[in-house]
């Protein structure tokens, strides 16, 4: 499978920023070895920036991640929400006419679920505007090791838990999803924040308030190995765009 990492975060292009999660990624892959997984994992990267440049190839993509980001949504200027628009747009059209698997990681769930026509604002609900190119240090926040419980069963949660259930993930976010898509539901909430995963029901389309590339150990691929709750959501979302690849190449 070609997966593309479509880097939202607002500082210029670099192809190295998301290493631990492209490894995380790779890495995760193996837990699917023995399956039905079609071929090896291949990712290429885009900032949203330059998106456009990129349209013409996306059909060689069999999924799409939406990167963390560490700025307020408010720091993002005229052109920078233009081009996000046009991002919103081509992950739309490609979710809802060509089922195209899609996995939103932190801030990238807060970019899908508004592409939708969802709400995001900040958790402290005291703050209403941050123009800073950072989140200020006093600010609400959801931070490490955070438990977070199940809201109803799915197969994001094979091999975690059943529902109801609990399990601890990493956070790192002020900001929050306040309202989803009416397309959407809510699997997993927190103390603090409500909606910590999200999906559109009948398709591979997911959103994580957490990190589930942090928390673990990369380099450990033996298949039999013990998995962290965050290598098993990667997983299972690889296993399930997986289907959706090797279903598209029998018809």
Sequence with gaps: MRGLIVDIELKAPDEGRYSELTDGIISAAYLNKGSNSSNEIVLDYVHFSNFEDRERYLPVYDFFVLSPQGCPWSSYRAGDVQKLGFLAGIVREHVQIKHLPVLGICGGHQFLSMAFGGEVGFIDNSIKSCMESCYTGDCAAERGATIIKTVREDPIFQGITH??????????????????????????????????????PGKVVYGTAFHPERGWNHGETRESSPAPVGKMILANFLKMADAIHASAHLN
């Design 163 to 200: 529902h109801p259930g609990t399990f601890f993930v990493i956070e790192n976010h002020v900001e929050e999803v306040k309202v989803i898509p009416p397309a959407f539901v809510n699997l997993a909430s927190s103390r603090l924040s409500r909606f910590q995963l999200i999906r559109i």
